[in-house]
C-alpha cells in the first residue's frame, strides 16, 4: 500500500533519481563497509530501509562509526524525526550547519559530504592466466567466501567472579553467537565462551550496587558486567538484545 498519492509518488521518485547519493537496495552492512573504508567524518548516504516501501535509512559516518536514522516519506514530504521536508534538497540545507544528535549515544553529526553511488574508475586491469601450472591444493569448496557475522563488538568490561565475588576487568569479544571474555586483549586463548543460544535474557542490573551493571541469564549461571559509561552498557545491551531476538526468530 502506497504511503502517498500518484502525482508525489512520481515528484519524489523523479527527486531521487537525480539525487547523486541514493544509493537503492544497499545493504546496512555494505553501507558501514562504504563509509568506514573510503569516506570521512560527516560523509553520508541515502539508502533503501528494510521496513518497507516509503521507508529509507540515512547512513552517517561519525568518526570510526556509523549511525543510521530513519526517513519516511508520506504523501508529498520526507519525515525526519520530528521534522518534515518538502525534498531532500531542503533536508541537506537545514542540516548543512545544524549537527544531527544521536539519541542513543548522544553523538553529534554533521553532514559534511555526500557520498556518491556513481564513483569513477580508471579502466585498467590486470590479465588473467585462468590455467596455471602451479597446484595451490584448494578445491572449489575453499573459494567459497565467509562474510564476518553483522553485529559484531568487543570492549573491555567489569565481570564479577562465579565463586569469589570480586569484580576484574576483562577483554569481550562478541561474534555471531558467542560472546567470549580473555584475561587481557592481547590473550589469544579465551577463558571462557558464552552461547548466547542458551541465554534467556540480556538486562540492565541495579542489585549490586554498581553503576552501568547488566547481566546475561543462563540456565546454570547470571552473568553480571560492568561498563565504564552508561551509554557503553547500553549498547552492549542492545546489540546482545538484538542477537537473542535474532535466535528466537531461527527458532
Not at 531532500?88 to 550547519?97: G, P, W
Not at 548466547?196 to 540456565?219: E, G, H, K, M, T
Request: aromatic share 14%; proline share 3%.
Amino acid at each position: 500500500m502506497s504511503f502517498h498519492s500518484d502525482a508525489s509518488n512520481e515528484d519524489l521518485s523523479d527527486e531521487l533519481e537525480t539525487l547523486g547519493w541514493y544509493h537503492y537496495d544497499l545493504s546496512r552492512h555494505a553501507a558501514e563497509a562504504l563509509l568506514l573504508s573510503n569516506g570521512t567524518d560527516g560523509s553520508y548516504l541515502l539508502r533503501n530501509s528494510n521496513d518497507g516501501p516509503g521507508c529509507f535509512a540515512l547512513s552517517v559516518r561519525a568518526k570510526d562509526s556509523v549511525k543510521h536514522f530513519q526517513v519516511t516519506r508520506r504523501d508529498n514530504a520526507y519525515i525526519f524525526g520530528f521534522n518534515e521536508f518538502s525534498s531532500f534538497q531542503d533536508f541537506i540545507s537545514h542540516f548543512a550547519n545544524q549537527p544531527l544528535l544521536g539519541s542513543d549515544a548522544g553523538t553529534l553529526m554533521v553532514l559534511k559530504c555526500p557520498y556518491p553511488w556513481r564513483v569513477e574508475e580508471p579502466s585498467i586491469y590486470e590479465s588473467v592466466r585462468v590455467h596455471t601450472a602451479i597446484q595451490s591444493g584448494r578445491t572449489q569448496n575453499d573459494l567459497v567466501a565467509i562474510a564476518p557475522a553483522l553485529g559484531t563488538k568487543e570492549g573491555y568490561l567489569v565481570k564479577q567472579g562465579a565463586f569469589v565475588k570480586s569484580w576484574k576487568q576483562r577483554w569481550f569479544t562478541l561474534n555471531r553467537y558467542e560472546l567470549k571474555y580473555f584475561k587481557d586483549k592481547m590473550c589469544e586463548e579465551p577463558i571462557r565462551t558464552l552461547d548466547l543460544r542458551l541465554c534467556s535474557a540480556v538486562q540492565f542490573d541495579y542489585s549490586q550496587d554498581r553503576v552501568n551493571c547488566f547481566c546475561l541469564v543462563f540456565p546454570d549461571r547470571t552473568f553480571y558486567a560492568c561498563a565504564k559509561t552508561g551509554v557503553e552498557a547500553d549498547e552492549w545491551i542492545k546489540i546482545l538484545q538484538w542477537k537473542l531476538s535474532q535466535i528466537r526468530k531461527g527458532r
